[in-house]
């Protein structure tokens, strides 16, 4: 969390290239920002509570200076005021911090029997205040971050400025992101690309211990013994437009509608290179398990991902929490695939996980949606959604990304063991073919989610029930709307129900519920005639037509026949949209939730 900029200019703008940095960044975390800039020969800060339109409104735009840092704040040490917010300056020292320092109360009572005053509750304040004790010891900052790196223990992604060098930034990095973007006659540090993509796409990936000079015209880059290192100059693909909200009211509802052609690209790219690479197809064939291991949306999509690798492909599947999976005892041999799904392939605990797993040897594949992020880089093998940025915190487009990919693995593994019949490959080849129209016309329904966001918006509690499949992606509609709504809802196999959770269920308790497969819709249908009895209002996504006269259901909304391939994408957009339009509704900020932000590097 958290999202840190910096630049070193000479063409006097560093304040506006800062804003509109940060403001590409908020998805990282919103409750405080601030900026720190060269004007007069000192170091200017700025810093307000709230989004960065509060920040915005106390900086003088007119003002010229060549070098500056900010950041954009989700708060972990001390509350989201003004006065925790960052830059943090010590002494001759201004940093900017992303990451958790784990070891800050012991640092800070060092620094205070040395006579330091601390101003804030943060754990960077007390990271600002040891560069600068190193400082005042070293007169020299590559000297002072080679210490610091010694005593910190914890995640950092740090921007300092010392007041002795006005043109210069500093950059260092541990297990939070950093990179470093070039152009002619200024240079930039950012957590994310999409933050300097207006002024250039090339850029370096700063490395775990390592930390970078940056001046307007030079990039030097050290490992922590202090040795220049040289690194790889890479290219985005991405365009600056590409992360804009186009004419949608919200980055949300832009990203629902793009999914036709986001799911058209990923399918396209997973297919051929699952049609290319057959050895890795032989080799992901050849597991005897595998642990897919993710957090939040991403884990859902893994539970949709386990039904489809079980059902079709026959390989047992467990879905863990990364959080948990990392301290959990696994029994993990060479024969156990560990896949980490990801959007964005920064958060900590999936990473962690990661890292746990590869010092056991065990091999790994990463579903990853953004290029060259850290879990993209450290596993044997990544496959790449092809979601495009992600802006809104509630994941859409990238879920389903990643849903189709695993249905693509499940399919190719599938057919590889020749587990499937000639007339089922091709029912399945064109319902991946045909995907992108079927979502369209889903998409193109948007005043029936309208209408049932009007029905459920003033509720407090909502529940959520599927079995098999439908339980999988029921999971996701009740977070997508506890996410966006703030309408607590839960979500429950439908059998279990009446083990005990049935108590709750009044004519106040909507019920949302898919059945989709013909095995399972009359039980289904029975545990929703149970809620139904006790008054609860019933919105039901099917495709089986024949369930739409049932008279205890208040509202259809009827899916087209497909195979199990591609039908989880199908009930998620009606989900999605239910999600979104009560959140509208309910006039919440959708694209920024509160307490929420889009990558969590914390654990
Ligand atoms: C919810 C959401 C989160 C993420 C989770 C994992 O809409 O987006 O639950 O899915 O924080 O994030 P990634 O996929 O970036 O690892």
Redesign the pocket.
Known sequence: MCGIIGVATKNKQAISILLEGLEHLQYRGYDSAGIAFIHNNGIQIIKSQGQIEALKQKVDLTINSNLGIGHTRWATHGRATTNNAHPHQCGKITIVHNGIIENYLTLKEELQQKGCVFQSDTDTEVACALLDDYYAQYQDMKQTIRQFMKAIQGSYAIAAICMDEPNTIYAIKKDSPLLIGTSSNQNFIASDIQAILMHTNHYYLLDDLEFAIITADSTLFYNQDGIEIMKEEKEASLSANSASKACYEHYMLKEIYEQPTTLKATIETVTKLLKTNTSLLSRLASYKRIDIV??????HAGLVGKYLLETYAHIPVSVELASEYRYKQNFLDPQVLVII???????AD?LAALKMVKEKHIPTLGIV?VVDSCIARSVDYVIYTQAGPEIA???TK??TAQVICLSLLAFSIAKQKNLLAETQIEMIEKDFEQLPELISALLANRDDYKQIATNLYSHSDIFYLGRGLDYALMQEGS??LK?ISYIHSECYPAGELKHGTISLITEKTPVIASATNSILDDKTISNLKETAARGAPIYLITNNVSLSNDPSITKYILLPSTTDFVLPILVSIPLQLIAYETALVKGCSIDKPRNLA???TVE
């Open positions: 993710a957090c939040g949306t991403a884990m799904v990801s959007q964005s392939g920064e958060t999936s949606n915190v509630a994941s990238a879920y977070l997508k996410e889009k990558s969590v």
